[in-house]
């Protein structure tokens, strides 16, 4: 199936523009917020912004390791754990696709996950598993996956659950990465109801009675009206993405109903505006926004690649 030039780019940039709009705004409640019309990538004189060294226009650790897993899958044509595992460490070392190499925000959970990777465990088992290891850390930065992949929703599933592993390997954080995808892939496809045709999808290909079943029935209820705060904890911030999208008649509305939540602005910001990129794409996006963004040559590079391998990957994909 061939997917427009504009949907794939509105993706990567939408995601991209949205985790810088967000960073400044990060871990400030709601009613401290700027007015919303005063939400852009350099907030209003008197704003105590985070990260205040931050020039405006930085994508965060969100955007760092996206564009970590989009590195990889460029240059194996698919999943390959060892390597996305070994660039996220070099972004967390060296500062490998970050902005002036400048890492100024991970996760909790994230580094955790990095230490048992330095300890020489497999990828695939790093990540911690426990209920209180649900932050969204491995959701924030799927969404190339599902602008890259060639193969059926069965394959995209499994490798979104993976890539998930590496540093959060509970079943709700897998899931969650699992249905963002299929919806991402939704969208992509034009289908009219992309979040129901995700949901069913994936419905279809989990088992019966499993934890896959339990996180996705009971924690994300994905038939439920969405309703999100804007926090860390990963079915949270799915919601929120969902919940701001689909109210949102614009690239600019979704992405700043998802900052005016506070709290994880940026990470919140990057997952809605990911899929609102593929919904309006590059042209939705506002000119002054991706205009503002660091690393634009980087990040071209890279959707060059991406577009060529697209157009690579040939006829209509497997089912």
């Not at 959060?168 to 249905?179: E, I, P, T």
């Not at 989990?206 to 079943?213: L, V």
């Not at 205009?291 to 690579?312: F, K, M, P, Y």
Request: proline content about 6%; hydrophobic content about 40%; aromatic content about 6%.
């Amino acid at each position: 199936m061939t997917i427009s030039r504009e949907k794939i780019a509105g993706g990567l940039y939408g995601m991209l523009v949205g985790d810088a709009l967000g960073v400044p705004y990060e871990f400030t409640a709601p009613e401290h917020l700027p007015p919303r019309e005063m939400l852009e990538m350099d907030p209003p004189p008197g704003f105590d912004r985070a990260h205040a060294r931050v020039a405006p226009g930085t994508w965060s650790d969100d955007g760092a390791q996206a564009l970590c897993l989009l590195a990889s899958l460029l240059e194996h044509g698919r999943l390959d754990a060892p390597d996305f595992a070994a660039r996220l460490l070099g972004w967390y070392r060296d500062g490998y696709m970050a902005i002036d190499s400048n890492v100024f925000d991970v996760g909790v959970q994230t580094q955790l996950a990095f230490r048992v990777l330095e300890a020489g465990a497999a990828p695939l088992d790093a990540g911690p598993s426990g209920e209180r290891h649900n932050g969204n850390g491995s959701l924030m930065r799927v969404l190339p996956l599902a602008l890259f992949h060639p193969g059926n929703d069965a394959a995209l599933v499994e490798d979104a659950m993976n890539q998930s592993r590496i540093t959060h390997g509970h079943a709700r954080s897998r899931v969650c990465c699992a249905l963002y995808c299929l919806w991402a892939r939704g969208l992509l496809e034009d289908r009219p109801d992309a979040w129901a045709h995700a949901t069913r999808t994936l419905r279809g290909l989990i088992t019966r009675g499993s934890e896959e079943e339990e996180a996705l029935e009971y924690h994300v209820r994905p038939d439920d009206a969405p309703e999100g705060k804007g926090s860390g904890y990963v079915v949270d911030t799915l919601r929120s993405a969902r919940m701001v999208f689909e109210r949102g008649e614009s690239y600019e509305a979704i992405v700043k109903d998802a900052i005016a939540l506070g709290w994880d602005t940026d990470t919140t910001a990057c997952v809605a505006g990911g899929v609102a990129g593929i919904r309006f794409g590059l042209s939705g996006i506002p000119v002054r926004w991706r205009e503002a963004l660091l690393g634009t040559d980087l990040v071209d590079a890279l959707l060059e690649q991406l577009l060529a391998a697209r157009a690579s990957q040939g006829a209509e994909r497997p089912r």
